[in-house]
Every structure is written in structure tokens, then in C-alpha cells.
């Protein structure tokens, strides 16, 4: 059984940044895929991010390419998700999510445990 606890979210202008940190529990964070998704009011959970276990590999949606990073620390148990140059329709409430699966994970269901979300407000 794995934890998520989402944490870094808030209120910032259009432009600005944020740093989201989702901390895992259990000994086995290194050998787990980790996705950052979102979920704006009204709308169906979306793909932002995705990393391998080693930390080696990521995907993005296009819509942050160039905008959001993320990355890992195993040592920490910790993966992150830098966003840069945020923009109104970047707000939504942002999960961490992962799987000790190999499936597709640019999908909700190719995870198996999910944080508990972190709001994300950007104003115009």
C-alpha cells in the first residue's frame, strides 16, 4: 500500500509559479511510475505529467510542454512538479498518482493509488 500526500498548492498571478511536492510512504517509491494529473470544475480528469521510476523518462501533455517540469527524488520519496509561466486554465485541483504497473500512463487507470489533490488558482 502506497500514500500520496499532495502539498504546495495556492493562489498566483498569471505567469507566475509554483512548486508541487507529493510525498509517498512504503520502502518501494523507486520501483513506482509516478503521473501528476488535474481536474478542473466540470471537466474530466486530464494528463499533465508522467515519470519513470528511475526518473530517467518523462511525458508531457502539450499543453505544458516547455512550461511545467517534473522530477523525482527516490531518497526522499518525493516527486515534484515545477509549473512555470502558469496561465488561468491551469487551474484545477492536481493529484500525484502511482503504479508498480507497466500499462499507459497517460491514463487515470493506469494508476493505483491516488493523492488526496492540491488546489491551484490562477488569476488573470
Known amino acids: 500500500q502506497v500514500q500520496l500526500v499532495e502539498s504546495g498548492g495556492g493562489l498566483v498571478q498569471a505567469g507566475g509559479s509554483l512548486r508541487l511536492s507529493c510525498a509517498a510512504s512504503g520502502r518501494t517509491f523507486s520501483s513506482y511510475a509516478m503521473g501528476w494529473f488535474r481536474q478542473a470544475p466540470g471537466k474530466e480528469r486530464e494528463f499533465v505529467a508522467r515519470?519513470?521510476?528511475?526518473?530517467?523518462?518523462?511525458y508531457y501533455v502539450d499543453s505544458v510542454k516547455g512550461r511545467f517540469t517534473i522530477s523525482r527524488d527516490n531518497a526522499k520519496n518525493t516527486v515534484y512538479l515545477q509549473m512555470n509561466s502558469l496561465k488561468p486554465e491551469d487551474t484545477a485541483v492536481y493529484y500525484c498518482?502511482?503504479?508498480?504497473?507497466?500499462?499507459?500512463?497517460?491514463?487515470?487507470?493506469?494508476?493505483?493509488?491516488w493523492g488526496q489533490g492540491t488546489q491551484v488558482t490562477v488569476s488573470s
Open positions: 498518482a502511482a503504479t508498480p504497473r507497466a500499462a499507459d500512463h497517460t491514463k487515470p487507470k493506469g494508476y493505483d493509488y
Open positions: 515519470i519513470s521510476s528511475s526518473g530517467r523518462n518523462t
